[in-house]
């Protein structure tokens, strides 16, 4: 009896330690016309923080945010860019650590610059280039650029980790009504300059004969099953009208990986309470990768309270991205649900 007792508390102790500790984070956004603008009006309760600051449509404006985070695809903590040299997000753990952005300068420091092709995608072949800490490329349009900060793939975790084994990764995503999209990052000397017109034109003829999806689009990794995933996109006004009342639910894609994205921005009412009126956008589809590491199975998510939430997940296994509940790790699920279990499976054990 005392074994069982024993494994009961052990099993108890290392789920609560999985359990994230919460923080006081500050939750708020707006735009300012300084470098030293700041905002500290309003909280949210998470295990981490974030604050980030990215220019607006009016030259010279900043627009600044606040709020919290799960599960955050940044691997490393601090302030670094954000994609864009003149984005910055930053990602802490403590009660309102979010408070100023402060330069992570050590990392910043030893960061070397390549040089990459620079093009939009309606001049694929422009002939520019610019200097960054790593280049990125769109394959299905020929748009392509420099990349500031950690490395950064939808999906995957961010951070340097992302090319110690190659210096290239490339993933293809399905989503919704869209054509299948391929993007590929690389960290050497102008090596997103592989755009060919003739290759886009053969995939495309492909794309029109396979319904595959985002298989036509990837050099794909042969040793990782296919799933069968929801391939839907649902815009709307109404939050109780979610993708799963509508009619694309009923189309499906193939890949490594199911995804799910949403974003959700809630009004408020003149009372100034937080009404059930939100603009809802909602995303599934599946994925297709060429290296299987570093891909953050699971949810991600960030919100600001009562005004904006994101949510970003991806999983094995089919039909899984039927919304972020479902998206979430099943094995964390089942580990709950032994969990819950496991004392009425003892006390049932003892009176035997």
Not at 41 to 58: L, V, Y
Request: net charge positive; charged share 20%.
């Amino acid at each position: 009896m005392s074994h069982h007792l024993l494994l009961y508390f052990v099993l108890i102790a290392g789920f609560l330690l999985t359990v994230e500790t919460k923080n006081e984070c500050y939750s708020c956004s707006g735009v300012c016309h300084n470098e030293n603008c700041n905002c500290q009006m309003g909280s949210c309760e998470s295990s981490q923080c974030f604050i980030e600051k990215k220019p607006t449509e009016i030259p010279g404006s900043m627009k600044i945010t606040k709020g919290c985070l799960r599960r955050t695809s940044r691997i490393h903590h601090g302030c670094e860019h954000d994609h864009f040299s003149d984005h910055i997000l930053c990602v802490c753990q403590g009660s309102y650590c979010n408070d100023r952005i402060v330069m992570n300068t050590t990392r910043q420091k030893y960061t070397r610059t390549i040089q990459c092709r620079e093009c939009s995608e309606k001049n694929p072949n422009c002939g520019s280039s610019c200097e960054g800490h790593w280049c990125h490329e769109d394959m299905s349009t020929g748009a392509s650029g420099c990349g500031y900060g950690p490395p950064a793939l939808p999906f995957y975790y961010r951070g340097p980790e992302l090319f110690y084994y190659r210096s290239k990764v490339c993933i293809t995503l399905s989503r919704g009504a869209g054509k299948p999209r391929r993007h590929c990052i690389c960290n050497t000397a102008n090596c997103n300059n592989v755009y060919n017109f003739q290759y886009i034109a053969r995939d495309r003829e492909k794309e029109s004969s396979l319904r595959s999806r985002s298989l036509t689009l990837s050099a794909t990794d042969y040793t990782l099953p296919l799933q069968t995933c929801y391939n839907c996109e649902t815009n709307t006004q109404d939050a109780t009208a979610m993708s799963h009342t509508t009619n694309c639910r009923s189309n499906r894609c193939l890949g490594h990986y199911c995804t799910y994205a949403a974003q959700r921005h809630t009004s408020k009412s003149s009372m100034g309470r937080s009404n059930l009126v939100h603009a809802v956008s909602e995303l599934q589809g599946c994925m297709n990768v060429s290296d299987k590491t570093h891909i953050q199975i699971g949810c991600s998510k960030k919100w600001i309270s009562d005004e904006y939430e994101e949510i970003h997940c991806a999983c094995r296994g089919n039909l899984c991205n039927s919304d972020s509940l479902t998206a979430t790790s099943p094995k964390l699920l089942q580990i709950v649900h032994v969990l819950l279990l496991l004392p009425a499976v003892l006390y049932h054990h003892f009176l035997a």
